[in-house]
């Protein structure tokens, strides 16, 4: 049998060295590692195990209800709930608390605070009822003029604001 140098050269070429053409463009040289497998850095797009994206944690709906104002002293005491939102809240299942004392009041079942809007929910000896600006909560003194905190909680029992004096 005849040696052929050139074909032995092809052979051993090849072996080490391929040639690969990705879509229309320049070829690349790749070498060839032990055990014959090669690795191309190829985009993303052509990754067959690609890696997740991380879905982001939803972020919760800011309620965009305050307390805007606390009136705690005289026979007509009430706290101010504004709704700064671009959007009407149903307020059924949210509260108002004084921390002093624990008095709660719970808005009624179908109470909607429009958007732009304020309610005002009275206490003391004074207090009125006039829907739906206006509720009552109680003719006893809920406020405490030394110092109180008021919290108003969501449906859900989260807290959405709190004011003290």
Not at 53 to 60: A, D, F, G, L, M
Not at 76 to 92: K, L
Not at 120 to 146: C, I, M, Q
Request: hydrophobic residues 40%.
């Amino acid at each position: 049998m005849a040696f052929r140098p050139p074909v032995f050269l092809a052979v051993v070429l090849l072996s080490t060295v391929m040639i690969a053409t990705v879509f229309g463009g320049a070829p690349l040289l790749l070498a060839e590692e032990p055990g014959g497998f090669n690795h191309v850095n190829l985009p993303a797009i052509f990754n067959l195990h690609p890696i997740p994206t991380p879905t982001p944690t939803p972020i919760p709906p800011r309620s965009d209800l305050r307390i805007s104002c606390l009136v705690y002293s005289g026979r007509d005491e009430y706290v101010e709930i504004s709704n700064y939102g671009a959007g009407s809240q149903d307020m059924s299942g949210w509260r108002i608390v004084s921390v002093v004392g624990d008095q709660s009041y719970w808005f009624p079942v179908g109470y909607v605070l429009g958007a732009g809007l304020y309610v005002r929910v009275h206490s003391g000896p004074d207090a009125y009822n006039d829907p739906p600006v206006d509720l009552h909560w109680t003719t006893g003194y809920v406020w405490n003029n030394g110092g109180d905190e008021a919290v108003l909680y969501d449906d859900k029992g989260s807290v959405v604001d709190r004011r003290s004096y």
